[in-house]
């Protein structure tokens, strides 16, 4: 199974509003990133967050971190129609050979 | 600064065939990861190379194969194909092998009747 999951699966939301996502995974990682990916094609790197950080900002995106937990989540504030993509979370883990995997994925549906 | 580079964009081969997917890394980066992503779909660990040497492998039968060039550059053979080896193949490079972000090239389009 994958190291990471997303939840949900799924999420629609107005312009404006805010979204979050989580992500869990199984083993201890060395750190955790998260991608986005519009129609289909290839995916654009948002943000790298190391196993001894807790939370990271960038623009409208702030990623957390809670290592005891095994949990991450990105929330996007003020959200646009442009927002709307596939979000996904990658660890790399020693356990895992130091690959990185990712999951499943969050599809987020933003409404003008 | 060109980005992550795949080729072709799109590939129709018929069942039995065999398909060689390309992809060019950013210039400096030396690992090169290869996933396939089928419709809908998160994206399964395919094969990983850095510095010429395979690293890891996901759960894919034998007939899936690569390679790593001096170039860093990297070949995805996949043989004997399968309608359910129709997916979007990704490549993604990073600058050494862990704690990187790693840079996504378009993919290619491999679809098989």
């Known amino acids: 199974s994958q190291q990471g999951e997303e939840d949900p699966q799924a999420l629609s939301i107005q312009e404006g509003e805010n979204a979050t996502m989580n992500c869990s995974y199984k083993?201890?990682?060395?750190?955790l990133q998260w991608y986005r990916q519009n129609s289909g094609r290839g995916l654009v790197h948002l943000i790298l967050?190391?196993?001894?950080?807790r939370e990271k900002h960038s623009g409208r995106l702030r990623v957390t971190l809670d290592t005891s937990k095994k949990s991450s989540s990105l929330l996007i504030t003020a959200s646009r129609a442009a927002d709307t993509a596939s979000y996904f979370c990658?660890?790399?883990?020693?356990?895992?050979?130091?690959?990185?995997?990712f999951g499943g994925g969050t599809r987020v549906l933003v409404k003008p | 600064e060109a980005g992550v580079t795949q080729s072709p964009t799109h590939l129709i081969k018929t069942r039995g065939q065999q398909a060689t997917l390309r992809c060019s890394p950013i210039?400096?980066?030396?690992?090169v990861y290869w996933y396939q992503q089928a419709l809908g779909l998160g994206l399964q660990f395919l094969l990983w190379y850095d510095e010429g040497e395979e690293r890891n492998r996901g759960n894919f039968p034998p007939r899936f194969s690569g390679r790593q060039f001096p170039n860093y550059s990297s070949e995805l053979n996949v043989n004997a194909l399968e309608l359910e080896d129709s997916a979007l193949y990704l490549c993604?490079?990073?600058?050494?092998?862990?704690?990187?972000?790693?840079?996504f090239g378009q993919g290619t389009r491999l679809t098989v009747v």
């Open positions: 990658a660890t790399d883990a020693a356990a895992a050979g130091n690959k990185l995997t």
């Open positions: 993604a490079s990073s600058l050494w092998a862990e704690n990187t972000e790693a840079f």
């Open positions: 967050i190391r196993s001894n950080e």
């Open positions: 210039s400096g980066h030396t690992s």
């Open positions: 083993t201890s990682i060395n750190n």
